[in-house]
T-cell receptor, first 111, second 117 residues
Framework: NAGVTQTPKFRVLKTGQSMTLLCAQD?????MYWYRQDPGMGLRLIHY???????AKGEVPDGYNVSRLKKQNFLLGLESAAPSQTSVYFC??????????FGPGTRLTVL | AQKVTQAQTEISVVEKEDVTLDCVYE???????LFWYKQPPSGELVFLIR??????QNEISGRYSWNFQKSTSSFNFTITASQVVDSAVYFC?????FGGGYQKVTFGTGTKLQVIP
């Protein structure tokens, strides 16, 4: 039982490049989330999903897209990376109303 | 809209001192859940406690205790006899039913606790 995994763990991009972050969970949770963590800002919700095939915007969705084609996977895409997207990204899954289970994080640097 | 405020940005205590981390929340809902998470220097997020808005009973788990007061919209966290291993960033979070369910979870900005040996 791996819990929540994130791929990759680290990535460096140049401005304008694109990439996809993969989140996978093996707990059969309906709800999945993407957060970004910046110094002094806590965790801010980017997008979330309440089930396979559904997504919704969170607090800071601009510049990101997501997809939930399979229940166990939640993908976060950056179409044209900007330095402002340098951050640590956390994925989480959850079965309401329980706590969220977080992945180990992805450290992204955009030059 | 839901909001969580952790006014203490950083706290330093000497080992074995008691320390309280404050959490104040705002919600329009009568039914909601509150959480505390710990983020040690290694970076992972560790769940500590969940509290239902209908359960105002305080909880103790070893050296950790939580004081939930609906009247002041606070959910404070106390560490008794702090240890160096308690050094971490602590996050308070709120999940409310308003707006279609408990799906959204809002986090405070965190309190960085440093325990000095």
């Amino acid at each position: 039982n791996a819990g929540v995994t994130q791929t990759p763990k680290f990535r460096v991009l140049k401005t304008g490049q694109s990439m996809t972050l993969l989140c996978a969970q093996d707990m059969n949770h309906e709800y999945m989330y993407w957060y970004r963590q910046d110094p002094g800002m806590g965790l801010r919700l980017i997008h979330y999903s309440v089930g396979e095939g559904t997504t919704a915007k969170g607090e800071v969705p601009d510049g990101y897209n997501v997809s939930r084609l399979k229940k166990q996977n939640f993908l976060l895409g950056l179409e044209s990376a900007a330095p402002s997207q340098t951050s640590v990204y956390f994925c989480a899954s959850r079965s309401l109303p329980d706590e969220q289970f977080f992945g180990p994080g992805t450290r992204l640097t955009v030059l | 809209a839901q909001k969580v405020t952790q006014a203490q940005t950083e706290i330093s205590v000497v080992e074995k001192e008691d320390v309280t981390l404050d959490c104040v929340y705002e919600t329009r809902d009568t039914t909601y859940y509150l959480f505390w998470y710990k983020q040690p220097p290694s970076g992972e997020l560790v769940f500590l406690i969940r509290r239902n808005s209908f359960d105002e009973q305080n909880e103790i788990s070893g050296r950790y205790s939580w004081n939930f007061q609906k009247s002041t919209s606070s959910f404070n966290f106390t560490i008794t006899a702090s240890q160096v291993v308690d050094s971490a960033v602590y996050f308070c979070a709120l999940s409310e039913a308003f707006g279609g369910g408990y799906q959204k979870v809002t986090f405070g900005t965190g309190t960085k606790l440093q325990v000095i040996p």
